[in-house]
């Protein structure tokens, strides 16, 4: 059943995570020279676990303000520049960026730059097929409007479910969403069919 319901409310799981895609990165990351000499591990490329973030902001890239009488304001990292990670991980750098930089990248760059890994360029181009090529690899699932939400899962199912048939029963799934969202929903829809799958 997928449902309206956010994917998250934490600022720790990101687009790239959610797309299974950020542990293969990591993985690749780990395997470089640099990385290896330096004594870094997988683990040490993600901005969820201590040792290779930065520890200031625990790797979110931003810490609060307090104003008083205000809402709290999120401001850039002072050590780490909102870049998450540690001097020692950000000096490690593959296909010509380091970490920080790769999470940046949107969804379309991140297919290119990946495209002879199945598992990275292939949930990537599923996103992309949805009409979510714009969205920076990096960008956090609380932020993500409602269209995005639905397209992410949706394209996450198709990846997760290929080979498989499954009956789908979506809830209201077009309710609020801009024409182009729709098309692009309705696109993996017609994905999702084509597979063997049934959608109600």
């Known amino acids: 059943a997928v ?13 790239a995570t959610y797309a299974g895609v950020f542990a293969p990165i ?5 395997a470089q020279p640099a990385a290896r000499e330096a004594g870094l591990t997988a ?6 676990s ?5 520890e200031h902001c625990q790797g979110l890239g931003e810490v609060s303000s307090n104003l008083l009488f205000f809402e709290d304001l999120q401001l850039p990292c002072p ?20 970490i920080s930089q790769v999470l940046e990248l949107s969804v379309d760059e991140g297919a290119a730059l990946f495209a002879d890994l199945p598992a990275i360029a292939g949930p990537l181009g599923l996103l992309s097929e949805a009409g979510l090529g714009y969205l920076p690899l990096g960008q ?12 992410l899962k949706l394209a996450c199912q198709l990846w997760e479910g290929r ?7 979506i809830d209201e799934p077009t309710a ?10 309705l696109r993996l829809l017609t994905r999702l069919v084509e597979g063997g799958s049934t959608a109600v």
């Open 26 to 30: 990591r993985a690749l990351f780990a």
């Open 79 to 98: 050590v780490c520049g909102g870049r998450r990670f540690s001097p020692p991980v950000l000096a490690v750098r593959c296909r010509g960026r380091d």
């Open 163 to 169: 080979g498989e048939t499954a009956l789908y029963l």
């Open 43 to 48: 683990a040490d490329f993600s901005f969820n």
């Open 176 to 185: 609020g969403l801009h024409p182009a969202d729709v098309d692009g929903f």
């Open 50 to 54: 201590p040792g290779g973030r930065c």
């Open 140 to 151: 956090p699932s609380s932020a993500l409007s409602g269209g995005e939400c639905q397209r």
């Open 3 to 15: 449902g309206q319901e956010p994917l998250a409310r934490s600022r720790r799981s990101c687009a």
